[in-house]
Nanobody
Framework: QVQLVESGGGLVQAGGSLTLSCAAF????????RGWFRQAPGKEKEREFV??????????YYGDSVKGRFTISRDNAKNTVTLQMVSLKPEDTAVYYC?????????????????WGAGTQVTVSS
């Protein structure tokens, strides 16, 4: 069983920065893609794609609302993924989830992912 644990969430003022990390534990798979999704207040049924990184070639993908402000990266040796967030806006407020899939190519659809973390809260005040 794979466990994903997010860390780094918190409260920040608009324009500030935060870095989220996602560590994998247990029966890990070395070649699976990773993604970050978020769920905003009042949108409990929607998980918005934030960023993804393919494990095979390192290609990265971003949601339109975060492009140019967020950066996803990976550490293969530590099996961790990091999401650097700058120029944060109040509309970035959400619970951020790390996800992993067995396939090596990242995907924008949450249904494509096999494992999920419990989520970490990010709150951006205006």
């Amino acid at each position: 069983q794979v466990q994903l644990v997010e860390s780094g969430g918190g409260l920040v003022q608009a324009g500030g920065s935060l870095t989220l990390s996602c560590a994998a534990f247990g029966r890990t798979f070395g070649s699976g893609a990773r993604g970050w999704f978020r769920q905003a207040p009042g949108k409990e049924k929607e998980r918005e794609f934030v960023a993804g990184i393919s494990w095979n070639d390192g290609n990265t993908y971003y949601g339109d609302s975060v492009k140019g402000r967020f950066t996803i990266s990976r550490d293969n040796a530590k099996n961790t993924v990091t999401l650097q967030m700058v120029s944060l806006k109040p509309e970035d407020t959400a619970v951020y989830y790390c996800a992993a899939r067995r396939d090596g190519t990242a995907d924008r659809g949450p249904a494509s992912y096999d494992y999920w973390g419990a989520g970490t809260q990010v709150t951006v005040s205006s």
